[in-house]
Protein backbone atom coordinates (compact mmCIF):
# COMPACT_ATOMS: atom_id res chain seq x y z
CA UNK A 1 0.00 0.00 0.00
CA UNK A 2 1.40 3.66 -0.36
CA UNK A 3 2.45 5.71 2.13
CA UNK A 4 2.38 9.66 2.63
CA UNK A 5 4.09 12.06 4.69
CA UNK A 6 2.64 14.73 6.85
CA UNK A 7 4.80 17.24 7.36
CA UNK A 8 3.41 20.25 9.92
CA UNK A 9 4.90 23.34 11.22
CA UNK A 10 3.60 26.44 12.80
CA UNK A 11 5.19 29.66 13.79
CA UNK A 12 3.94 33.53 15.53
CA UNK A 13 4.55 36.61 13.87
CA UNK A 14 4.42 35.11 10.31
CA UNK A 15 5.99 32.60 8.42
CA UNK A 16 9.20 30.97 9.06
CA UNK A 17 10.69 32.36 5.57
CA UNK A 18 8.99 36.26 6.96
CA UNK A 19 11.35 35.77 10.08
CA UNK A 20 8.54 34.39 12.39
CA UNK A 21 9.18 32.38 15.62
CA UNK A 22 8.71 28.41 14.96
CA UNK A 23 6.59 27.42 17.82
CA UNK A 24 5.60 23.45 16.79
CA UNK A 25 6.75 21.15 14.82
CA UNK A 26 5.62 17.35 13.49
CA UNK A 27 5.60 14.73 11.18
CA UNK A 28 3.72 11.37 10.81
CA UNK A 29 3.85 8.80 8.14
CA UNK A 30 0.15 7.14 7.38
CA UNK A 31 -1.64 5.19 4.27
CA UNK A 32 -4.14 7.21 2.47
CA UNK A 33 -7.13 6.01 4.75
CA UNK A 34 -5.68 7.84 7.86
CA UNK A 35 -4.66 10.70 5.97
CA UNK A 36 -7.73 12.99 7.56
CA UNK A 37 -7.42 11.49 11.06
CA UNK A 38 -3.44 12.07 11.32
CA UNK A 39 -3.75 15.86 9.66
CA UNK A 40 -6.38 16.26 12.43
CA UNK A 41 -3.82 15.32 15.29
CA UNK A 42 -1.21 17.73 13.62
CA UNK A 43 -3.82 20.37 13.61
CA UNK A 44 -4.10 19.93 17.20
CA UNK A 45 -0.34 19.84 17.57
CA UNK A 46 0.10 23.21 16.37
CA UNK A 47 -3.13 24.82 17.47
CA UNK A 48 -2.62 23.51 21.55
CA UNK A 49 1.57 24.21 21.51
CA UNK A 50 1.90 26.06 24.93
CA UNK A 51 4.46 28.62 23.34
CA UNK A 52 1.44 29.94 22.34
CA UNK A 53 -1.28 30.83 19.28
CA UNK A 54 0.24 30.07 15.84
CA UNK A 55 -0.68 33.12 13.34
CA UNK A 56 1.13 30.98 10.44
CA UNK A 57 0.38 26.81 9.77
CA UNK A 58 1.68 24.81 7.07
CA UNK A 59 0.35 21.27 6.84
CA UNK A 60 2.31 19.45 3.50
CA UNK A 61 1.47 15.83 2.29
CA UNK A 62 3.45 14.26 0.29
CA UNK A 63 3.13 10.45 -1.10
CA UNK A 64 6.44 8.83 -0.48
CA UNK A 65 8.29 7.16 -3.76
CA UNK A 66 11.59 5.79 -1.87
CA UNK A 67 11.42 1.98 -0.78
CA UNK A 68 10.86 2.71 3.66
CA UNK A 69 13.69 1.51 6.11
CA UNK A 70 12.35 -0.39 8.75
CA UNK A 71 14.35 0.53 12.13
CA UNK A 72 14.38 -0.61 15.77
CA UNK A 73 14.07 1.49 18.20
CA UNK A 74 17.34 1.87 20.55
CA UNK A 75 18.03 -1.02 22.33
CA UNK A 76 18.41 0.08 25.90
CA UNK A 77 15.93 2.96 27.32
CA UNK A 78 16.20 4.46 30.74
CA UNK A 79 15.25 7.23 33.24
CA UNK A 80 18.75 8.19 34.55
CA UNK A 81 17.59 8.25 38.24
CA UNK A 82 17.76 4.54 37.36
CA UNK A 83 21.33 5.27 36.06
CA UNK A 84 22.12 7.54 38.80
CA UNK A 85 21.40 4.88 41.52
CA UNK A 86 23.21 2.36 39.44
CA UNK A 87 26.43 4.81 38.92
CA UNK A 88 26.15 6.88 42.05
CA UNK A 89 28.49 9.47 41.28
CA UNK A 90 25.93 11.26 38.57
CA UNK A 91 23.80 12.67 41.45
CA UNK A 92 23.91 16.10 39.91
CA UNK A 93 22.08 18.39 37.89
CA UNK A 94 20.38 17.36 34.45
CA UNK A 95 23.01 18.63 32.06
CA UNK A 96 25.33 17.74 34.36
CA UNK A 97 24.17 14.53 34.16
CA UNK A 98 23.77 14.81 30.19
CA UNK A 99 27.55 15.77 29.73
CA UNK A 100 28.25 13.21 31.54
CA UNK A 101 27.09 10.73 29.60
CA UNK A 102 28.17 11.81 26.36
CA UNK A 103 31.78 11.54 27.85
CA UNK A 104 31.42 8.26 28.58
CA UNK A 105 30.24 7.62 25.01
CA UNK A 106 33.52 9.38 24.02
CA UNK A 107 32.84 13.18 22.94
CA UNK A 108 35.53 15.36 24.23
CA UNK A 109 34.25 17.61 27.09
CA UNK A 110 35.11 20.48 24.88
CA UNK A 111 33.40 19.34 21.68
CA UNK A 112 30.41 19.41 24.22
CA UNK A 113 31.13 22.66 25.03
CA UNK A 114 31.31 24.19 22.09
CA UNK A 115 28.22 22.57 20.43
CA UNK A 116 26.22 23.68 23.28
CA UNK A 117 27.95 27.58 22.73
CA UNK A 118 26.80 27.33 19.30
CA UNK A 119 23.05 26.31 19.66
CA UNK A 120 23.05 29.04 22.27
CA UNK A 121 23.87 31.36 19.62
CA UNK A 122 20.10 31.29 18.26
CA UNK A 123 16.85 31.92 20.12
CA UNK A 124 14.75 29.18 18.16
CA UNK A 125 15.97 26.91 16.39
CA UNK A 126 13.53 24.22 13.93
CA UNK A 127 15.92 21.50 13.42
CA UNK A 128 19.06 19.48 14.26
CA UNK A 129 22.64 21.07 14.60
CA UNK A 130 25.40 18.77 13.08
CA UNK A 131 28.91 18.66 15.29
CA UNK A 132 32.11 16.97 14.48
CA UNK A 133 32.63 14.89 17.51
CA UNK A 134 36.27 15.06 17.20
CA UNK A 135 37.13 18.80 16.40
CA UNK A 136 33.89 20.54 17.58
CA UNK A 137 33.35 21.70 14.09
CA UNK A 138 29.67 22.73 12.96
CA UNK A 139 28.71 20.61 9.93
CA UNK A 140 25.73 22.05 7.96
CA UNK A 141 25.76 25.16 6.27
CA UNK A 142 21.76 25.66 7.22
CA UNK A 143 21.87 28.29 10.32
CA UNK A 144 19.23 29.18 12.42
CA UNK A 145 16.70 26.45 10.66
CA UNK A 146 19.00 23.29 10.79
CA UNK A 147 18.90 20.17 9.61
CA UNK A 148 15.22 18.92 10.12
CA UNK A 149 14.51 14.90 10.18
CA UNK A 150 12.05 14.32 8.29
CA UNK A 151 9.89 11.14 6.94
CA UNK A 152 9.38 8.99 10.11
CA UNK A 153 6.91 7.29 11.99
CA UNK A 154 5.89 4.55 14.12
CA UNK A 155 4.83 1.49 11.85
CA UNK A 156 0.94 1.08 12.93
CA UNK A 157 0.37 0.61 16.89
CA UNK A 158 4.05 -0.82 17.25
CA UNK A 159 4.29 2.48 19.73
CA UNK A 160 1.76 1.37 21.88
CA UNK A 161 3.15 -2.04 21.90
CA UNK A 162 6.30 -0.55 22.84
CA UNK A 163 5.11 1.85 25.83
CA UNK A 164 2.76 -1.31 27.46
CA UNK A 165 6.13 -3.67 27.77
CA UNK A 166 8.23 -0.98 29.24
CA UNK A 167 5.38 0.65 31.25
CA UNK A 168 5.78 3.91 29.65
CA UNK A 169 2.88 6.37 29.63
CA UNK A 170 2.01 6.22 25.66
CA UNK A 171 2.19 10.13 25.68
CA UNK A 172 2.97 11.67 21.84
CA UNK A 173 5.59 13.65 22.72
CA UNK A 174 8.10 10.45 23.60
CA UNK A 175 6.46 8.83 20.89
CA UNK A 176 8.06 11.38 18.51
CA UNK A 177 10.77 11.94 20.82
CA UNK A 178 12.33 8.08 20.57
CA UNK A 179 11.10 7.58 16.85
CA UNK A 180 13.86 10.22 15.77
CA UNK A 181 16.27 8.93 18.13
CA UNK A 182 15.96 5.55 16.03
CA UNK A 183 15.93 7.02 12.98
CA UNK A 184 18.90 9.40 13.72
CA UNK A 185 21.01 7.02 15.72
CA UNK A 186 20.85 3.91 13.06
CA UNK A 187 22.85 6.13 11.19
CA UNK A 188 26.41 5.08 11.51
CA UNK A 189 27.62 8.46 10.77
CA UNK A 190 25.69 9.70 14.48
CA UNK A 191 28.03 8.87 17.12
CA UNK A 192 25.58 10.94 20.08
CA UNK A 193 22.39 12.99 19.95
CA UNK A 194 21.45 15.43 22.50
CA UNK A 195 17.52 17.01 23.05
CA UNK A 196 15.85 19.04 25.41
CA UNK A 197 12.69 20.74 23.94
CA UNK A 198 11.82 24.37 23.32
CA UNK A 199 8.46 24.10 25.28
CA UNK A 200 9.02 25.82 28.44
CA UNK A 201 6.84 23.80 30.52
CA UNK A 202 9.07 20.16 29.20
CA UNK A 203 12.13 20.73 31.52
CA UNK A 204 12.97 16.09 30.41
CA UNK A 205 15.66 16.16 27.72
CA UNK A 206 17.55 12.80 26.68
CA UNK A 207 20.89 11.51 25.54
CA UNK A 208 20.85 8.98 22.76
CA UNK A 209 23.40 6.65 21.00
CA UNK A 210 23.89 3.11 20.23
CA UNK A 211 26.12 2.62 22.69
CA UNK A 212 23.98 3.33 25.43
CA UNK A 213 20.61 3.55 24.37
CA UNK A 214 18.11 6.23 24.98
CA UNK A 215 18.77 7.96 28.59
CA UNK A 216 15.82 10.33 29.48
CA UNK A 217 17.70 12.64 32.06
CA UNK A 218 14.82 15.15 34.32
CA UNK A 219 15.28 19.01 35.12
CA UNK A 220 18.08 19.02 32.12
CA UNK A 221 16.82 22.79 31.84
CA UNK A 222 14.98 25.49 33.85
CA UNK A 223 11.23 25.72 33.80
CA UNK A 224 10.44 28.10 31.52
CA UNK A 225 13.15 28.54 28.87
CA UNK A 226 12.03 28.74 25.12
CA UNK A 227 15.33 27.44 23.99
CA UNK A 228 15.38 24.19 23.01
CA UNK A 229 18.38 22.01 21.80
CA UNK A 230 19.14 19.37 19.23
CA UNK A 231 22.44 17.78 18.67
CA UNK A 232 23.83 15.17 16.76
CA UNK A 233 27.23 14.66 17.17
CA UNK A 234 28.57 13.33 13.85
CA UNK A 235 31.75 11.25 12.96
CA UNK A 236 33.16 13.80 10.43
CA UNK A 237 35.02 11.23 8.22
CA UNK A 238 31.43 9.83 6.92
CA UNK A 239 30.24 11.87 3.62
CA UNK A 240 27.92 14.58 5.33
CA UNK A 241 25.67 15.28 2.37
CA UNK A 242 24.57 11.55 1.91
CA UNK A 243 24.44 11.84 5.98
CA UNK A 244 21.72 15.17 5.53
CA UNK A 245 19.90 13.26 3.17
CA UNK A 246 19.30 10.31 5.13
CA UNK A 247 18.26 12.48 7.93
CA UNK A 248 16.09 14.98 5.52
CA UNK A 249 14.46 12.51 2.90
CA UNK A 250 14.78 8.52 3.52
CA UNK A 251 11.43 7.17 5.12
CA UNK A 252 12.09 4.95 7.74
CA UNK A 253 9.15 3.63 10.07
CA UNK A 254 9.80 2.10 13.51
CA UNK A 255 9.29 -1.30 14.27
CA UNK A 256 9.05 -3.30 17.21
C1 LIG B 1 10.40 17.70 22.48
O1 LIG B 1 9.30 17.19 22.48
O2 LIG B 1 10.54 18.87 22.15
C2 LIG B 1 11.60 16.91 22.87
C3 LIG B 1 11.29 16.09 24.07
C4 LIG B 1 12.40 15.14 24.44
C5 LIG B 1 12.14 14.30 25.68
C6 LIG B 1 11.07 13.28 25.52
C7 LIG B 1 11.00 12.36 26.73
O3 LIG B 1 10.29 12.71 27.67
O4 LIG B 1 11.61 11.29 26.73
Known sequence: DKLYNLRMRAAQGGSHEQGGTHISGGERITCFSNIQQVAMYLLEKGLTHCKGRPDFMQIQLESIPE?????????????????????????????????????????????????????????????????????GKRLDDRGEKGVRVSRLDWLGNDFEKWARYYHVSANSRIREALALAAKVNNHPATIAELCWSDDPDYTTGYVASRKMGYQRIENIKTYGDERGCRIFFVDGQKDIRSYINYLENQPVLITW
Open 67 to 135: SVTYVQPLERWANVERFVKEGDTFLKEGKTVAFQLLEIIGIPKKVIDRAVEIVSQYSSMRGAVLIDAHS
